[in-house]
T-cell receptor
């Protein structure tokens, strides 16, 4: 039951270019979306979030776009830096219904020198 | 910067034994969570805890699992009789409000032999 789908297991991007990570969801009750970054042997680290009342949220090099009609969100990182190499998890929740965050399987981002 | 801590970092136990995984959430947070990640799979919600009681639990969180906040700082996950399939990374998380950015600890790797 994949309510949050990250269809690209990995992505390689040249340093300095834009990294675009994609995520699709199936549950129309989701109203809050988050991106987490994870390094090996560490826990997920919160990056950026967006509420369903918005279609864009920006924080420094990170921008999240939400397309509710397509049930799709994306994370843009620009410019990409070597330290951005990590696994990125898309996550979603239904804030009015329950407490849990549903995670996707993650996309491993490699930033190439 | 305050962070969630977890001990031990790695726990090896025999099938059928009880284990207790410990977490110290961020001190002014009110909501506490446990997640797990089986190797190669996605991060899965186990349980949320607020106001000294479970607020939500997943199907994974059966009678073998329990959580406790024995004092003002620790938050524990107990597995009463471990099974091989309990082998996973267990992440504790906390947040100041429901669902909003949850801050994760580094995880405890549980190996059941």
């Amino acid at each position: 039951d994949q309510q949050v789908k990250q269809n690209s297991p990995s992505l390689s991007v040249q340093e300095g270019r834009i990294s675009i990570l994609n995520c699709d969801y199936t549950n129309s009750m989701f109203d809050y979306f988050l991106w987490y970054k994870k390094y090996p042997a560490e826990g997920p680290t919160f990056l950026i979030s967006i509420s369903s009342i918005k279609d864009k949220n920006e924080d420094g090099r990170f921008t999240v776009f939400l397309n509710k009609s397509a049930k799709h969100l994306s994370l843009h990182i620009v410019p990409s830096q070597p330290g951005d190499s990590a696994v990125y998890f898309c996550a979603a929740s239904s804030m009015n219904r329950d407490d849990k965050i549903i995670f996707g399987k993650g996309t491993r981002l490699h930033i190439l020198p | 910067e305050p962070e969630v801590t977890q001990t031990p970092s790695h726990q090896v136990t025999q099938m059928g034994q009880e284990v207790i995984l410990r977490c110290v959430p961020i001190s002014n947070h009110l909501y506490f969570y446990w997640y797990r990640q089986i190797l190669g799979q996605k991060v899965e919600f186990l349980v949320s805890f607020y106001n000294n009681e479970i607020s939500e639990k997943s199907e994974i969180f059966d009678d073998q699992f329990s959580v406790e906040r024995p004092d003002g700082s620790n938050f524990t996950l107990k597995i009463r009789s471990t099974k091989l399939e309990d082998s996973a990374m267990y992440f504790c998380a906390s947040s100041p409000q429901r669902v909003y950015e949850q801050y994760f600890g580094p995880g405890t790797r549980l190996t059941v032999t």
